[in-house]
Nanobody, 124 residues
Framework: QVQLVESGGGLVQAGDSLRVSCVVS????????MAWFRQHAGKEREFVAA????????AYADSVKGRFSISRDNVKNTVYLQMNSLKREDTAVYYC?????????????????WGQGTQVTVSS
């Protein structure tokens, strides 16, 4: 069983930066593809960013490209999402997800394990 625990969410001002983290246990982290998704209130969950097990293959949603950066530390079993130039529309619950194949995917259907989410609120 893979367990994912997100942290680092909070309330920030528009234009600020924030980094959310996801610590993974229960499986060899370096073999997992990892991703971040988010869910705005009343809407379906959407893809934000994904990274392959090696870190060599990364993808971003167009809405965050150039502002957000996904990275991973295979020693600390942690995946990060660095969010810069935050906008009000980035307000959402952010979830990390793990894929056993090690690849990075945009579809949430590819991910077998999910964290509980961390709230990010951006005020103007």
């Amino acid at each position: 069983q893979v367990q994912l625990v997100e942290s680092g969410g909070g309330l920030v001002q528009a234009g600020d930066s924030l980094r959310v983290s996801c610590v993974v246990s229960g499986r060899t982290f370096r073999t997992l593809g990892m991703a971040w998704f988010r869910q705005h209130a009343g809407k379906e969950r959407e893809f934000v960013a994904a990274i392959s097990s090696s870190g060599g293959d990364i993808a971003y949603a167009d809405s965050v490209k150039g502002r957000f950066s996904i990275s991973r530390d295979n020693v600390k079993n942690t995946v990060y999402l660095q969010m810069n130039s935050l906008k009000r529309e980035d307000t959402a619950v952010y979830y990390c997800a793990a894929d056993l194949s090690g690849f990075r995917y945009r579809s949430e259907d590819a991910y077998e394990y999910w964290g509980q989410g961390t709230q990010v609120t951006v005020s103007s």
